[in-house]
């Protein structure tokens, strides 16, 4: 089957970012300067005052360090990639358990899945741009960190937890 240039461009696109979901699985870092921009710009980072200052592969290594040590079994999980011109949007399932620091709260011991979308930008053939749409209300549901406001809504608050956990 022929290939234009544009679906080319997007195949190696992917195979860019699926590099980057390789080294969050493995925490092997070493090759992270082979795909990631010295200019690369993380907008999750932008949270976290020292982390904000972070550019390039150093912010990608750094991320993949504080993750692997927050969460033990971590595991994003393609479930599928669309690239269009210099960007990528890739649903992922993202899995693990939480044992350790994750940026001031205390590990939980709980286990958490929940999807993400993650849009890359890609320039030079190397990742330049990263942002993600989380469901971090499941996410933070699934650690414990958060519950009902108040008794009255407890029952609504476990009923929503609970389809929840059936829809991972």
Request: no cysteine.
């Amino acid at each position: 089957m022929f290939m234009s240039a544009q679906q080319q461009a997007g195949e190696r696109n992917v195979e860019i970012v699926r590099r980057s979901i390789q080294a969050l699985n493995t925490g092997d870092v070493t090759k992270a300067s082979e795909f990631m921009h010295p200019n690369y710009f993380n907008h999750e980072s932008q949270a976290s005052p020292e982390r904000a200052k972070l550019r390039g592969p150093e912010e990608f290594i750094d991320t993949v360090r504080k993750l692997r040590a927050a969460f033990s079994d971590l595991h994003y999980e393609e479930q599928e990639s669309i690239a269009s011109n210099d960007r990528v949007v890739s649903i992922m399932l993202v899995t693990g358990r939480h044992t350790g620091d994750f940026f001031g709260i205390p590990p939980t011991g709980h286990s958490f899945s929940y999807r993400a979308a993650h849009i890359v930008r890609i320039a030079d053939g190397k990742i330049i741009e990263h942002q993600a749409i989380r469901d971090d209300l499941r996410f933070m549901m699934q650690l414990g960190v958060i519950g009902a406001a108040s008794p009255q809504y407890e029952p609504i608050f476990n009923a929503w937890k609970g389809m929840m956990s059936k829809g991972k």
